[in-house]
């Protein structure tokens, strides 16, 4: 199967100024204008033109690889999956849980919640603009989320969320899940003395040799019909190491 990769260079619902430039020139860049209004409403916007690239790909035998500022941007790809009718398990590698809601975030960032909007928890704003029906939470597994928030915590256990923290043990025969898998992959995931341009590093974490072992164990399975990479931050990366370490982590998850 063919990539079809797609840019989508905004943070939340404003361009990322730094990202158009990730693009290569077969890659499909997502250039919107967006309405005025509510930040969320502007969000739907966008991901529901992401939504549209994911299943035209889809429809035409190709895999998307969607590249996006943020995780919020995984309800575009979860929507153009469900238009194209797939239901894979969503992998979610990432340092954090991204499972608030308005009523237990301590932040009120909006970029820690949507995992937890795209099961059905907190607003639904974006769910109603892309047109995702709630993702089921037996097709959901988290994958290291070391910084949990308490309230984060309890929503995850009421959602009965597959939460595996210690990511060697994927690499076990019969770990990873069965059937078709959507791999989203945050960098931060990645312990930051190796992946120091991220926006909310977490101590701690797996080294980027394992990650990359891990991405070469899904791919091997030969069942990943989606992926989406929340990218490094280029503006904290002058000398480029960042992207360094995250291209080779893809790269086995590419078969490169």
Not at 71 to 98: E, F, K, N, S, Y
Not at 219 to 231: H, K, L, N, P
Request: hydrophobic fraction near 45%; charge should be negative; aromatic fraction near 6%.
């Amino acid at each position: 199967m063919n990539d079809r990769t797609i840019l989508s260079p905004y943070f939340l619902d404003q361009p990322a100024g730094d990202m158009p430039a990730l693009a290569m020139p077969d890659w499909r860049v997502l250039d919107v204008a967006l309405p005025g209004g509510p930040r969320l409403e502007r969000m739907g916007y966008l991901y529901n033109a992401l939504a549209g690239e994911v299943a035209a790909a889809l429809a035409d035998g190709e895999r998307p690889v969607a590249f996006v500022g943020d995780c919020c941007a995984t309800i575009g790809v979860l929507a153009g999956l469900q238009r194209a009718g797939q239901t894979p398990t969503l992998v979610w590698m990432d340092a954090h849980g991204d499972f608030n809601t308005p009523a237990t975030t301590p932040s009120g960032f909006l970029g820690g919640m949507p995992l937890a909007m795209a099961v059905g928890l907190g607003d639904q704003t974006l769910l109603r603009a892309t047109g995702l029906r709630p993702w089921p939470a037996d097709k959901v597994l988290l994958t290291d989320g070391r910084d949990l928030d308490p309230g984060e915590r309890d929503n995850l256990a009421a959602a009965a969320i597959a939460h595996v923290r210690d990511v060697e043990s994927l690499l076990q025969p019969g770990a990873l899940p069965a059937g078709p898998l959507y791999v989203h992959f945050d960098v931060d995931i990645i312990d930051p003395a190796q992946m120091q341009a991220v926006n909310y590093p977490a101590p701690g974490g797996p080294s980027a040799q394992l990650v990359t072992d891990l991405l070469r164990a899904l791919a091997a399975t030969g069942r990943v019909v989606a992926v989406s990479v929340s990218t490094w931050d280029a503006a904290l990366d002058p000398d480029g190491h960042a992207q360094a370490v995250a291209q080779a982590a893809l790269n086995a998850l590419f078969g490169r």
